[in-house]
């Protein structure tokens, strides 16, 4: 580059002084003496220059002068130009010895200027706020769900070395068994054992069923569960003589609730089934148990088994085998602590050995009472770490949360397409400001940041009152819980730190998203200066749109695919509910009668009963009453096995209880003990032979009552009524089949067909049944006087879950509802997200276009064709975005083919109906803006810039 | 004389170019313009010198002070790198733009 001081004009001789004239017309700008003196020194030599080239074109002096000046306009065009500048780029304050911090005030003035321009669009701001608050809340919500569930600790000490120790997979053992176990294992610094019980809790005035564990003396240390909240733990010392530590521990949270945390609970007395205990101390917050789910309110010693843990299934007072020495009835589970170091393969076959040892020595080949499951009665020990085992009782809900994870997080995506949308079409209305920004200094990258500044602002603000909307959210899923037993887990969410932190992330990362493309494209220089004011930039045009369309189409698919799954699960639902389940189920009441755990003797119960259904059929509005032993719907089972008298023995004997139904096994038979008139109270139709009489008494034949399915299974079309089946073994005794009924429903509504075998309760006695009472009265009624009459009966027995049927038939629909509610709100909300989106991208571009469409309009076009041209563009995207949803779609609904019942993953009415619903408001949505632009006045828009 | 509007939307371009090749000083500037233009624009003080130091500040030129002796101080403007970025888009823009003009309105040969 040549030596910029070669002047190629001749050198001056004197210079005049020129500031008389500049000083005033720099003065109001109060620039720095330092600045004023340059710029005079830079404009004076202008005018000198000026003059001599007016002098040397031959003016004199004065006019040379006067012509100079008027380069500076009139006196306040300087300052004019100049003081725009000056005031666009007013450094920060220096202030002496303070460090650079030129960035956080840089932030702080975004910060403003960006709130600055919130305020002044509000409709904008509340809409794009109220938007992000529903996508970030949903998603904070589910998270919430998801913390509480899938990242559930199980408040234990060095969980690593930990490791649950089952029979089969999952399977019990009997105390002395694991007894055995415990004593004699070198692999475990200790295993400790448990069972689950129900009690009666009475304090004072009521009694109330508590759920709870029974623990070895050892279950605190091995668990290594801290230091007691108040009080103490369990220890050894209190498990070493039957019947003599009358003690209990209970729960943090039971304590909270039921004792109102009072501080003087440590000592105080309490009846547990009747019999005076201790308590000596709460559980530290946190520790819920060794399993995942589930409430535990206390945890008493495993030597009072005989008040707190009575067999179960026929037994009674007068027959009451220990379990502390039974042999063969299973119902301890264990967890045990490795020593440090141990790999757990050579544990389990330490316990393996010991096993097949005990068997083998201890357990006698004949004589046992009880009779083992079907399934082999020595099955391989298994050991699993706590942390797999902990995932695996989280597996049931992990698929429904990471469902609920997706739908929430597509419904925030749509909406942050929208609000990328938006912010796009407003980058173009704001091009001005944007344009004098960086005229008056500013730098692309600083530009930047403050455009995403506002939309992270934006974000934040989304995602406070997202947070408040799932603080909300949880509450009142805290306050209404799910019924017991609906879901499979139970948990309690709250919002704590975790959760407040993904929120913050996810708001910050929402705001990045949809504001970096309107950001980069707003920022673009260079264009406006040249082209002011024009609106259609040619070339750049093109790709801008693109961005917007396939923001659009995004969208669709998304929404479409929320709403095939929305519809997929309200089918489901429907299916479930037209369900016929084979009982009246509007007349019926029930109420479980746990008198187990009272020790009634056998004539006790009886009479218990007896009395119990007597005085319930007196009350007023109650046609009858009755027993059973399998609650109804209630998810359980008793399993026996069954052989018809002259078949010949061709299988063993076995029995369960507690698990689901048997349906394809003609070896094995589901069945309840019944009191009578089972079948009038539940309306469960005679199809043949006749039902329980007075007459079947315990001291005569024993008879039997077949449902179809079962006889159809045994008999084929032969007629059963006067055949003998056994369910004790291939020895009976024998039972006559007096009677087949119609099929209704057993364990849950959506089983298959299930053989059952009706016993009546006279011929077997029973402990623990579930009254049914049939009203002539709407059911709901009856629930006030039927606990007051059973509790007059007997006041130490709880009766906390006296429901309708309806209600019981609504708790095992409560998953399939709440999925399907929450499915139709969010694919509802998606779809409503997703036609705004149209609506505004279609709507922008009419507006854009509106000189396009002018000109058409004048030069004749036909406005019908306009109107479907618009519309065309719209419904063009829309038909992408269902091609691509609907795809989307069938893979998926395959995916979850598992946890749909009822509905096939194909199902026709929900594709064609999701994909009708969405194109018939599509439609509307481009047909508004497409409306508009025929109505385009073709002179006004030719006006237009 | 051209048109205001035309002249304001236009004046980056005009003062990066004049210096495209070499610095220049304001007045050099002034007068490059004038005798380029053949007389049709004119640039006074009250108007050049603001857009100097807009241009300066946004970094597309660089101002240097050069002193002689027996003479006043001047200050002589060249082209940044980002300048000369920023000259060849304009450059560009403004050829499409006239283009389209000619296009629309049929003005031939400007």
């Not at chain 1, 579930?770 to 509790?791: D, F, K, N, W």
């Amino acid at each position: 580059m040549p030596d910029p001081t070669e002047d190629s004009r001749p050198p001056r001789t004197a210079s005049r002084d020129w500031s008389a004239h500049l000083r005033p017309r720099l003065a109001r700008l109060a620039l720095t003496a330092a600045r004023e003196r340059e710029i005079i020194d830079e404009l004076s030599q202008h005018l000198d220059d000026r003059y001599d080239a007016l002098r040397a074109d031959g003016l004199a002096d004065l006019e040379a002068r006067q012509l100079a000046l008027e380069e500076l306009r009139d006196d306040d065009t300087l300052a004019r130009y100049m003081r725009a500048l000056r005031q666009a780029h007013v450094p920060a304050p220096i202030a002496e010895g303070a460090p650079n911090r030129g960035l956080t005030a840089d932030i702080l003035q975004d910060l403003r200027y960006a709130a600055r321009m919130l305020r002044r669009q509000p409709g904008f701001t509340i809409a794009v706020v109220l938007t992000l608050a529903l996508g970030i809340g949903a998603n904070t919500a589910v998270f919430s769900l998801v913390n509480a569930t899938l990242f559930q600790r199980l408040g234990v000490g060095d969980p690593a070395t930990l490791a649950y120790v089952s029979r089969g997979n999952g399977g019990v053992f009997s105390y002395p068994m694991y007894a055995t176990l415990r004593d004699h294992t070198q692999h475990f610094a200790g295993l400790a054992g448990w069972g689950g019980i129900s009690a009666s809790l009475h304090t004072g005035d009521s009694a109330e069923l508590v759920n709870g564990l029974i623990v070895t003396g050892n279950f605190f240390d091995v668990l290594q569960v801290g230091p007691a909240a108040r009080g103490r733990l369990l220890s050894p010392a209190d498990d070493v003589t039957p019947g003599a530590h009358p003690v209990a521990v209970i729960s943090y949270d039971f304590w909270q609730t039921r004792f109102a945390g009072e501080t003087g609970v440590v000592g105080r007395e309490v009846r547990l089934n009747g019999h005076v205990f201790t308590v000596v101390g709460v559980a530290p917050a946190g520790f819920g148990g060794p399993v995942l789910g589930g409430v535990r309110s206390l945890y008493v010693p495993m030597m009072m088994q005989a008040i707190m843990r009575p067999p179960r299934a026929r037994y009674s007072g007068d027959q009451n085998p220990d379990l502390l020495q039974h042999l063969t009835n299973s119902w301890i589970s264990a967890v045990g602590r490795l020593k440090p170091g141990a790999p757990i393969e050579p544990a389990r076959a330490e316990l393996e050995s010991l096993a097949s040892e005990f068997v083998r020595t201890r357990l006698p080949a004949a004589a046992v009472p009880a009779r083992p499951s079907p399934s082999a009665p020595l099955q391989p020990i298994s050991v699993v770490g706590l942390e797999e085992g902990a995932d695996n009782q989280r597996q049931p809900l992990r698929a429904a949360a990471l469902l609920l994870g997706g739908v929430v997080g597509a419904v925030l995506l749509i909406a942050c397409a929208n609000i990328a949308n938006l912010l796009l079409s407003r980058a173009s209305s704001r091009r001005r400001e944007v344009a004098v920004r960086l005229a008056l200094g500013a730098s692309r990258t600083r530009l930047i940041r403050q455009l995403l500044t506002e939309s992270l602002l934006l974000s934040l603000l989304g995602g406070a009152a997202g947070v408040a909307i799932a603080w909300a959210v949880t509450a009142a899923f805290q306050a209404a819980p799910p019924p017991a037993g609906a879901l499979p887990l139970t948990f309690d969410f709250a919002i704590d730190r975790r959760v407040l932190l993904f929120s913050l992330v996810l708001s910050c990362a929402t705001g990045i998203l949809f504001g970096i493309a309107p950001a980069l494209e707003a920022s673009r220089p260079g264009l406006v200066p040249a082209l002011k004011g024009t609106d259609a930039t040619l070339g750049e045009r093109r790709a801008r749109f693109d961005l917007k369309k396939l923001l659009v189409v995004g969208e669709v698919a998304l929404s479409l695919l929320l709403l095939i799954a929305a519809g997929l699960f309200v089918r489901g639902l429907q299916s479930a509910r037209a369900i016929e389940p084979g009982l009246d189920v509007d007349k019926l009441v029930s109420a479980p009668l746990s008198v187990n755990l009272l020790r009634y003797t056998r004539a006790q119960g009886r009479e218990f009963y007896r009395q119990a259904v007597e005085r319930v059929s007196a009350l007023p509005g109650v046609e009858s009453a009755t027993v059973a032993r399998v609650a109804v719907l209630g998810g359980s089972s008793r399993v026996y096995s069954l052989h018809v008298e002259g078949r010949g023995a061709t299988h063993e004997s076995a029995q369960s209880e507690g698990g689901r139904g048997v349906a394809r096994d003609p070896r094995l038979i589901n069945a309840n003990v019944v009191g009578p008139e089972f079948f009038q109270t539940l309306g469960i139709a005679l199809v043949k032979g006749r039902d329980f009489r007075d007459t079947d008494v315990e001291a005569g034949p024993p008879v039997v009552i077949l449902n179809a399915t079962a006889a159809a299974m045994q008999f084929a079309n032969a007629d059963p009524i006067g055949s003998r089946v056994s369910v004790d073994g291939p020895d009976g005794p024998w039972r006559e089949i007096v009677g087949v009924v119609r099929d209704s429903k057993y364990g849950a509504l959506r089983e298959e067909a299930l053989p059952v075998a009706y016993l009546p309760l006279a011929q077997n006695h029973e402990t623990g049944m579930t009254l049914y009472v049939r009203g002539s009265v709407p059911p709901a009624s009856l629930v006030g006087a039927l606990r007051r009459e059973i509790q007059s009966l007997e006041p130490n027995l709880p009766v906390p879950n006296i429901r309708t049927m309806t209600d019981t038939i609504g708790t095992s629909l409560y998953a399939a509802r709440m999925g399907a509610w929450l499915l139709a709100v969010f694919g509802g909300l998606a779809l409503v997200l997703a036609v705004v989106g149209i609506y505004g991208v279609l709507s922008f571009s009419v507006s854009r276009r509106t000189r396009e469409m002018g000109i058409r309009l004048a030069l004749g076009a036909d406005s019908h064709r306009v109107f479907l041209l618009v519309v065309r563009d719209g419904m063009l995207l829309v038909a992408v975005g269902i091609l691509i949803g609907l795809t989307g779609g069938l893979a998926g609904a395959r995916a979850l083919a598992s946890s749909l019942q009822g509905v096939s993953a194909t199902d026709l009415p929900t594709f064609a109906g999701t994909i009708a619903l969405l194109t018939a408001v599509a439609l509307v949505a481009c047909a508004i803006p497409a409306r508009r632009a025929i109505r385009i006045n073709p002179i006004t828009a030719l006006r237009q810039e | 004389m051209l048109d205001r509007e035309l002249k304001k939307g236009s004046a980056e371009l005009i003062i990066l170019s004049i210096v495209e090749t070499r610095a220049r000083h304001g007045y050099e500037i002034s007068q490059q313009i004038e005798q380029r233009s053949a007389g049709q624009l004119k640039f006074h003080i009250a108007s050049l010198y603001p857009l100097l130091y807009r241009l300066e500040e946004r970094g597309w030129l660089q101002g240097r002070w050069v002193e002689k002796v027996g003479q006043r101080r001047r200050r002589y403007y060249r082209l940044t790198a980002e300048g000369r970025r920023v000259l060849a888009s304009q450059r560009n823009t403004w050829r499409t733009f006239v283009t389209a003009m000619r296009l629309i309105t049929g003005v031939d040969n400007a």
